[in-house]
């Protein structure tokens, strides 16, 4: 637990208090209170935060920032897709470790969170891990939404699909892309014959009444026949909870492949604009992540969400003369190059 003055008294969920105030954390050691004194170049720690330490490589990583709008926690780095945008390519190495790492860190979740992640890799590549750690959220914060991106492949299997209904979690959305409305095209994107698998285990989950988010990441092998995913969507999936439509994020695979995949905004908004047109017809929500306001035009600018990760969040200087800066989800720090000459900022005074 960060402290900046000595505490009344001791917290029993605290290993150890944490400052950069060498007389204060002088203080709580000779008081026997277990303590570690960090250098001012982590003072962007703050109260309320999970960190993990590591002594054996002296590395800090923290787990949960409550001041960030998003707390996702990665469960493991494998993956049986092999996705050509992939942000975080998938290593096939022993990271089992990690589920311990999370379940220490879930009780210490304020209870009041709003919404945790959990992402990979293939989370349901975990097993029982995986319904363990749902399972943990559910006990530990019961006001907590939690939010899960998957591949959806593991849920083609009914008793799997079915174990994680019975836990009845009490907000529990699955995220699960769907990149065509064909196997060839979601098979290309995925390196893997999964579109069958896919689509059943978004029905599995359904039938078992947990929440499904279809997921779409806009690049040039799936903006084309966006119209014709949506329809897709409205004649076999009209049950989904909501549609998200992402911009592209120039990590991992993303970024070796990204002068491939990148599509101007010019030519991909129409697309966009026709599928959210297609699955508003049969009352699906849809949302729109990762693209800036000042490239949308009317109708996908009220579908838009500032869905970046704040660590991840970045804006030009040109958005600080921006009216509209505190509503849009500005750039991956990875991408904002890309659209250094293509930002119209919107005239009147800056939102703060």
Not at 95 to 102: A, L, Q, T, W
Request: charge should be neutral; proline fraction near 5%; hydrophobic fraction near 40%.
């Amino acid at each position: 637990m960060l402290v900046k003055h000595a505490p009344d008294k001791i917290n029993p969920k605290a290993e150890f208090y944490i400052t950069a105030n060498i007389s204060l954390f002088e203080e709580l050691k000779a008081s026997g209170v277990r303590s570690l004194l960090i250098p001012e170049s982590l003072s962007h720690i703050e109260a309320g935060d999970i960190i993990r330490l590591s002594f054996g490589d002296n590395t800090l990583r923290i787990l949960v920032k409550p001041r960030h709008r998003q707390n996702a926690f990665l469960l493991t780095e494998r993956c049986n897709n092999w996705c050509i945008m992939c942000s975080q390519p998938p290593k096939d190495v022993d990271d089992s470790y990690i589920v311990n790492e999370v379940m220490d860190a879930i009780p210490l979740i304020d209870q009041e969170t709003r919404e945790i992640g959990f992402t990979g890799g293939e989370p349901t590549l975990l097993g029982e891990d995986f319904f363990r750690l749902i399972k943990a959220t559910k006990n530990y914060l019961p006001k907590t939404s939690l939010h899960i991106l998957s591949n959806g492949r593991s849920f083609s299997n009914e008793t799997f699909a079915k174990k994680t209904g019975e836990i009845a979690h009490h907000d529990l959305m699955i995220g699960i892309p769907v990149y065509s409305d064909n196997s060839a095209d979601h098979n290309y994107v995925v390196q893997a014959n999964a579109f069958e698998e896919t689509i059943d285990g978004v029905y599995n989950l359904k039938r078992n009444k947990v929440k499904t988010e279809i997921r779409v990441v806009l690049h040039s092998a799936t903006y084309e026949r966006l119209p014709n995913l949506a329809r897709f969507i409205t004649r076999n999936l009209t049950f989904v909870d909501q549609v998200v439509l992402m911009g592209l994020e120039a990590m991992g695979f993303g970024k070796s492949n990204f002068q491939s995949l990148w599509v101007r905004p010019d030519l991909l908004i129409p697309k966009v604009n026709q599928a959210i047109e297609i699955l508003h017809s049969s009352k699906i929500k849809t949302m729109i992540y990762n693209i800036p306001l000042c490239v949308l035009d009317n109708l996908s600018q009220s579908h838009a969400v500032r869905s970046i990760s704040d660590w991840k969040n970045e804006y030009l200087p040109d958005c600080d003369l921006c009216s509209k800066k505190s509503e849009c989800c500005g750039f991956f720090f990875s991408t904002k190059e890309q659209y250094k000459n293509l930002i119209k900022p919107f005239s009147g005074l800056a939102s703060l």
